[in-house]
């Protein structure tokens, strides 16, 4: 079955970027039918959706992190990507990727989770 | 935005009683709401989408009713890996996903 992995540095500068990519296995990205989205969760906190991508390349992001926040996702790897810039400690969190099948508006299947820790 | 609240926050039960848990919208989501279930040190897993439908592999005792805007999770009969921590999740705004703040089912 499909599985997601998140990878990327645990630990992030103050103002700089965090960059993070979730291989998926077990199926391909440019099958279509699923928006491939990130989502994090704040230490002991609520979850945030960050943003989605479509294998297409077509994207959409959060309102509130729109200014920071870029997707992109390379079929060829079964990959999808995060830039968030200019990170503080607010940015903290464990991050998520996760799909979701269109028509269903809900994320059926998450990766582990990569805790990112933003400090100097 | 549309904002989610959950009630209760905590709620402290046994194994084997029932479980209701509320998502309440500030506007209108149709049936647009999922609920997911999250144990410590794991990513959420999908229970319930379109306010009612049971995803796959997901146990009878969970069902999910409710429209517009007041939603309700029920656990018929809770067993002792369903002590958790439990949120719901809007789409209504499509692309647009806003999570409630969580309630967590704990032993009493």
């Known amino acids: 079955q499909v599985q997601l992995q998140e990878s990327g540095p645990g630990l992030v500068k103050p103002s700089q970027t965090l960059s993070l990519t979730c291989t998926v296995s077990?199926?391909?990205?440019?099958?279509?039918?699923?928006?491939w989205s990130w989502i994090r969760q704040h230490p002991g906190k609520g979850l945030e959706w960050i943003g989605y991508?479509?294998?297409?390349?077509?994207?959409y992001y959060n309102p509130s992190l729109k200014s920071r926040v870029t997707i992109s996702v390379d079929t060829s790897k079964n990959q999808f990507s995060l830039k968030l810039s200019s990170v503080t400690a607010a940015d903290t969190a464990v991050y998520y990727c996760?799909?979701?099948?269109?028509?269903?508006?809900?994320?059926?299947?998450w990766g582990q989770g990569t805790m990112v820790t933003v400090s100097s | 935005e549309i904002v989610l609240t959950q009630s209760p926050a905590t709620l402290s039960l046994s194994p084997g009683e029932r479980a209701t848990l509320s998502c309440r919208a500030s506007?209108?989501?149709?049936?647009?709401l999922a609920w997911y279930q999250q144990k410590p040190g794991q990513a959420p897993r999908l229970l319930i989408y379109?306010?009612?439908n049971r995803a796959t592999g997901i146990p009878a005792r969970f069902s999910g009713s409710g429209s517009g805007t007041d939603f309700t999770l029920t656990i018929s009969s809770l067993e002792p890996e369903d002590f958790a921590v439990y949120y719901c999740?809007?789409?209504?705004?499509?692309?647009?996903?806003?999570f409630g703040p969580g309630t967590k089912v704990d032993i009493k």
């Open positions: 996760a799909r979701e099948e269109q028509n269903h508006d809900a994320f059926d299947i």
């Open positions: 077990g199926g391909s990205i440019s099958s279509g039918g699923y928006y």
């Open positions: 991508i479509y294998y297409s390349g077509s994207t």
């Open positions: 506007q209108s989501v149709s049936s647009y």
């Open positions: 379109d306010a009612s």
């Open positions: 999740q809007q789409r209504s705004n499509w692309p647009i996903f806003t």
